[in-house]
Nanobody, 124 residues
Framework: QVQLVESGGGLVQAGGSLRLSCVAS????????MGWFRQAPGKEREFVSSIDWTGGNTIYSDSVKGRFTISRNNAKNTVNLQMTTLNPEDTAVYYC?????????????????WGQGTQVTVSS
């Protein structure tokens, strides 16, 4: 069974930084794009970032571009999200997701595999 496990969430002050990690098991990790999504209470789940199968191409939502950086290490089956200049609007549960394709994608329907989520809370 495919498993994705996130870690690194927590409480930080506005302007601070946090690094999220995701470890994958149960499938051939290096063949697929990976992504990060987030969901705040009472809100829809939204796209944050995606990285292609080689790590050579990345995409970001407008709200995080320039502040967040996605990366992957296929030898370790990991994907990371380095978050900087955090603000209270970044507060959400962050989910690691595995795509069904090799290229980056923003679409929820392209990600059949999901982690359990990790809470990020940014105080003002």
């Amino acid at each position: 069974q495919v498993q994705l496990v996130e870690s690194g969430g927590g409480l930080v002050q506005a302007g601070g930084s946090l690094r999220l990690s995701c470890v994958a098991s149960g499938r051939t990790f290096s063949f697929y794009a990976m992504g990060w999504f987030r969901q705040a209470p009472g809100k829809e789940r939204e796209f944050v970032s995606s990285i292609d199968w080689t790590g050579g191409n990345t995409i970001y939502s407008d709200s995080v571009k320039g502040r967040f950086t996605i990366s992957r290490n296929n030898a370790k089956n990991t994907v990371n999200l380095q978050m900087t200049t955090l603000n209270p609007e970044d507060t959400a549960v962050y989910y690691c997701a595995g795509a069904s394709r090799a290229a980056t994608t923003r679409s929820f329907v392209d990600y059949p595999h999901w982690g359990q989520g990790t809470q990020v809370t940014v105080s003002s």
